[in-house]
């Protein structure tokens, strides 16, 4: 049966950081909060812009596209500047932004290069941070809104492949507290949300993603979750419905976070042992 919406977002406006392409979650995200009444702008890097496909998206939706390198500050306080003119202030943020050039150039983690490694925290995490900030100063947030970034559990364990966002996405979680303490008092909501992977053009980039999917996918009791599953998540978040939920790190991954292993993952293994006695 076809979702036709709840009217969980009917009169919210908001900005969706970092849709690229139609598998892209934020880009899921984008169609479940218009489907829930919500009014958006959608914001990418230029360079995302360029390869991505995000004016099939601004049609579907009608949001207006408003370029922002979030590692920049003037790039920041325009783009809000040019939010406001379109939707005055707004209710919700979405964060799907990360990018490793040391993962992109296959650079191991005990041989980073440092300023690789800084444009990852820059733009991963530090850019969170730096949107509040700027939105604040610009009393763009409106009183019991919510703000969301993607995570991935790589902030608790260790993914080997997934390199330097371990930290990027680390130091995400934490901003995410320290600025929800912050703006609490204004009911105001900062959360982070754990995706198990996906298939996204960004995830399956990631070395060892099949594998890392795969192994996440077996273990989950109920299995990865989709990006529209997951958009439906979002919108939850972004809804009065969740006015008292923040600073936290909420996992949206079929129970893979509290699973030890499952019974066919250790049939699995035993088979494979099996066949190379």
């Known amino acids: 049966m076809t979702n036709t ?62 370029p922002c390198d979030v590692s920049s500050d003037d790039e920041v306080q325009e783009l809000m500047n040019q939010t406001r003119e379109e939707l005055g202030s707004v209710d919700f943020i979405l964060h799907a932004i990360g990018m490793s050039p040391n993962i992109r150039k296959k650079k191991e983690y ?30 763009m947030l409106n009183d019991g809104g919510s703000v969301v970034a993607l995570s991935y559990i790589g ?28 703006l609490a008092d204004r009911g105001i909501r900062v959360n982070t949300v754990s995706q198990a992977p996906t298939k996204t053009s960004a995830g399956t980039g990631i070395k ?18 989709t990006a ?3 958009a439906d998540y979002c919108v939850t978040l972004f809804s009065d419905l969740t006015r008292k939920v923040t600073m ?8 893979f976070v509290t699973s030890g292993i499952s019974e066919e993952m250790i049939d699995a293994l035993l088979k494979l042992y099996a066949d190379e006695e």
């Not at 936290?248 to 129970?255: A, F, R, S």
């Open 248 to 255: 936290q790190n909420l996992y949206h991954d079929g129970g």
């Open 155 to 182: 902030a608790q364990r260790i993914f080997s492949k997934y390199s330097d966002m371990n930290d990027a996405k680390a130091l995400l979680e934490s901003i995410a507290r320290n600025y929800g303490s912050r």
């Open 5 to 66: 919406g709840y009217g969980l977002l009917k009169g919210k406006k908001g900005i969706i950081f970092g849709a690229l392409d139609e598998r892209s979650i934020a880009w899921r995200i984008a169609l479940a909060c218009k489907r829930e009444g919500a009014d958006f702008v959608l914001s990418n890097a230029p360079i995302a812009l360029r390869l991505g496909a995000l004016n099939a998206l601004s049609e579907e939706t009608g949001a207006k596209i408003i």
């Open 110 to 139: 005990n041989d980073l290069n440092y300023n690789w490694f800084s444009q990852t925290l820059d733009i991963s995490a530090i850019s969170l941070h730096r949107i509040l900030n700027h939105a604040e100063k610009a009393n």
């Open 208 to 225: 060892g993603f099949d594998g890392m999917y795969t192994f996440a996918d077996k273990i989950a009791p109920m299995g990865n979750p």
């Open 228 to 230: 529209d599953e997951c």
